[in-house]
């Protein structure tokens, strides 16, 4: 019997995501033989994806192809792959911000950026979006720090901080910050009428919507939203249809789990418990809440793209994040945003020109990273893949 074909992996936390990380220049290009690549590799389709590296839910069915960079002034160029688990499908379109600050990290401890001691900044190429981010990575003797004070919900004890900016990030996915046009538009969702959304695209495309008009409480739990089919119904309709408005009705049509758009419900601050710890959250320590939906599923935790497009939908006066963001919140004061499993926070501003144009000029978010194992990971399906 022939020895299996294996690729060398580094699996790696970032934020509140994990993914394995690979070499760009040892997997395949195409990206239908890139898909089969990584189905065999995380073990789907299986619920429990029990045969692969795979992690049973999406926060953690995560890949980061990494390689030399293409464009002048970037470091590293960064492919992010969201690979579907009871579903055959790896979805490309879309960045995780997450992963980024692991991104930053392995750059470093890879030899793709020289290390600076104090702050060293990673000028990342996510090649999803084809936009340029930048990770800024705490360094001692040549190392990422690990070690830190930052704590962020959804993940045990803390971290070094690690500044993701993603202000050069909009337009990620239709090369327009308002894709719809205005902050606010009532759309016309076949089968539910008229429903008001705000469609915002900086670092990952995002529609908005209040709890109100959907009859939630705002601090339902993973679990209880998507074990109300009526409710997971109404919002894929959303989506739906703003995937079709903004020209991505082939790829959500070619889907069976979707990731994008993504949808985030928004409600005034209120007090809840945390998912994953049972903390109580007091509704003083929020100045928004947002539940994310997005591939078959409810997040247990803000992703750190949708969080920093959040931040950005909040600083543009008549979208519906505006609309239900504390009123005590100033220009430049952080947000704090408390979703299922705690609290993230995000610096964001936007400015508009004489012809009313919003630009980004800040959307910042922290999060901390860890380099968790690295080995050989054995294809099922051996060369087929290579």
């Not at 692969?52 to 160029?77: F, M, N, Q």
């Not at 993973?222 to 894929?236: E, F, S």
Request: include cysteine.
């Amino acid at each position: 019997m022939s020895k299996p074909a294996a690729l060398d992996f580094v699996l790696m936390r970032g934020g509140t995501s994990k993914g394995v990380f690979l070499r760009a220049d040892e997997v395949p290009q195409d990206r239908q033989q890139l898909t089969n690549c990584l189905l065999d590799i995380f073990g789907s389709p299986d619920a429990r994806q029990i045969d692969g590296l795979g992690g049973a839910e999406k926060l953690t069915s995560k890949a980061a192809i990494i390689g030399r960079p293409i464009l002048p002034d970037t470091d590293v160029t960064y492919l992010f792959a969201q690979v579907g688990i009871q579903a055959a499908e790896v979805d490309f379109n879309l960045n995780c911000g997450n992963l980024t600050a692991a991104v930053g990290m392995y750059a470093i401890q890879q030899g793709y950026v020289h290390a600076r001691d104090g702050v060293t900044r990673v000028r990342i190429h996510n090649l999803n979006t084809d936009k340029i981010l930048f990770a800024d990575v705490p360094v001692r003797d040549g190392e990422p720090l690990v070690e830190g004070n930052l704590a962020i919900g959804g993940v045990p004890g803390t971290g070094a901080p690690i500044a993701l900016d993603f202000s050069r990030a909009a337009g990620a996915i239709t090369g327009q910050l308002l894709p719809l046009g205005s902050p606010t538009v009532l759309l016309n969702v076949p089968g539910y009428g008229q429903i008001e959304v705000s469609v915002v695209d900086c670092a990952n495309l995002v529609v908005f919507v209040s709890a109100d008009t959907l009859d939630m409480e705002g601090i339902e739990t993973p679990a209880q939203i998507d074990g109300n089919a009526a409710l997971v119904a109404k919002v894929d309709a959303i989506r739906r249809t703003v995937a079709h408005s903004v020209g991505l009705g082939d790829y959500w049509n070619s889907r069976r789990v979707p990731s994008t758009p993504m949808c985030v419900i928004v409600q005034r601050p209120l007090t809840y418990q945390s998912y994953t710890t049972g903390e109580v959250i007091k509704d003083v320590s929020v100045d928004l809440l947002c539940r994310q939906y997005s591939t078959g599923a409810t997040s247990k935790a803000m992703a750190a793209t949708v969080t920093s497009c959040t931040g950005v939908a909040c600083r543009i006066p008549g979208t519906v994040a505006a609309r239900y963001l504390a009123a005590t919140v100033a220009a430049d004061m952080p947000i704090r945003i408390g979703h299922p499993s705690g609290i993230i926070h995000v610096e964001s501003a936007v400015g508009a020109n004489a012809s009313a144009a919003y630009s980004v000029t800040t959307a910042t978010i922290w999060r901390t990273a860890r380099r968790i194992a690295e080995g050989r990971v054995f294809m099922k399906k051996g060369a087929d893949h290579l």
